[in-house]
């Protein structure tokens, strides 16, 4: 297991109490994970404006299958674009809506440009993308 290394940091005492109010909202037991978690934030977050390195996201759709050709349109892509998903979950939400999770792999630019060509066919309720990492950078 990599070393713990202890810092420390000088802060203002009223920046530091409107941390300790948000982090104890969110359940957070101490500083050092919520600080730990904010870091791993920010490293995704440049993750993703780098352009050079493959990292995971998920994209989120929901839409409504008795749209003429938009099932086809929405199969289509995918098999179009096989290799960058690597995986998709259906849930047949009620007799009109369907809900769709699937797991996207590729270069920053790449993932955006599938994700944005999927959530811009007419028909699709609503959607998202969440930009994730493959983690190793991360601990
Ligand atoms: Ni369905």
């Excluded at 979950?89 to 809900?99: G, K, R, S, T």
């Excluded at 699709?124 to 983690?135: A, Y």
């Amino acid at each position: 297991m990599e070393e713990l290394v202890r810092f420390g940091v000088s802060i203002s005492a009223h920046l530091l109490g409107q941390f300790d109010r948000l982090i104890s909202g969110k359940g957070y037991v101490n500083r050092s994970e919520a600080i730990r978690d904010l870091i791993r934030k920010h490293l995704v977050e440049h993750e993703w404006e780098q352009d050079d390195k493959e990292t995971l996201g998920t994209l989120t759709l929901l839409y409504n299958h008795h749209v003429r050709e938009l099932s086809d349109r929405l199969e289509h892509l995918q098999h179009d674009h096989y290799h960058r998903i690597i995986s998709t979950m259906h849930v047949h939400v009620d007799e009109q809506n369907c809900l769709e999770v699937m797991v996207l792999k590729g270069k920053p630019v790449e993932i955006r440009s599938l994700s944005d060509s999927i959530l811009r066919v007419k028909g699709v309720k609503h959607g998202q993308l969440v930009m994730t990492s493959k983690g190793q950078e991360l601990d």
